[in-house]
């Protein structure tokens, strides 16, 4: 049984009461995204085995892929040195976490003196994130 | 030549004028640090080719490294999809990004019920980080 009230009261949340949350490819090492949570999702997160973040935009619990299907299985739960972020080693179903329909949300570099992609989509987010618009 | 100005128009500041960072090793893909970043420290980290954020703490522009010298050369600056977050694919020298003296400021997770040290230190923190406190 992992006490969850303990590791909640080891972060600090911010004036919104919110962490920044960093999911990882557990396998791969690549960065998925960036977004925030609050002692309920952290305490669902745990609870379920699955990432939950608050939505900024919806001000509501966002489980991620609860409308795509493109759900990320926790792996590893990490709590940085200020306790004011998290890192999610996570299993991304789907093969992609970006509502954009790329794997990742950080898809674009500074290449040639602007900004490229540095992968292509892997589905047509068109066709599967119907709803699930940005909602981070 | 890069086009900063260009590359921050893009970019969504918070009400505070910040964005994200994550840092990550470029070789071993290990996130290492979340800070925080302004126009500014933008401009002079793509400028330089070395980390420099924002502290919140000491509300002045902060070089990474700048006085343990465990500064961060950036190989690679990413941006998200809705440009409030950035990733910086660092190589990290001195061999540690955290100020307490592990090579990442994720240096705990859950396990067994509790928060655990996923890592020893690389250094001591008390001779190498005299004055670079937590300064995130």
Chains 1, 2 share one sequence.
Not at 26 to 53: D, P
């Amino acid at each position: 049984m992992i006490d969850v009230d303990n590791i909640i009261r080891q972060l600090k949340f911010d004036e919104k009461e919110l962490v920044t949350a960093v999911a990882q490819d557990y396998e791969t090492g690549e960065v998925l995204m960036l977004a925030h949570m609050n002692a309920e999702s952290i305490r669902r997160t745990i609870e379920t085995g699955q990432a939950v973040y608050w939505s900024r935009s919806r001000k509501k619990l966002w489980r991620k892929g609860e409308e795509s299907g493109n759900v990320q299985k926790v792996k590893e739960f990490l709590i940085d040195c200020d306790g004011d972020a998290i890192l999610l080693k996570v299993q991304q179903i789907g093969g992609a976490a970006c509502h954009t329909g790329h794997r990742s949300c950080f898809y674009r570099k500074i290449e040639n003196g602007g900004l490229a992609e540095v992968a292509p989509r892997v589905f047509d987010p068109a066709i599967i994130y119907k709803k699930e618009e940005n909602i981070e």
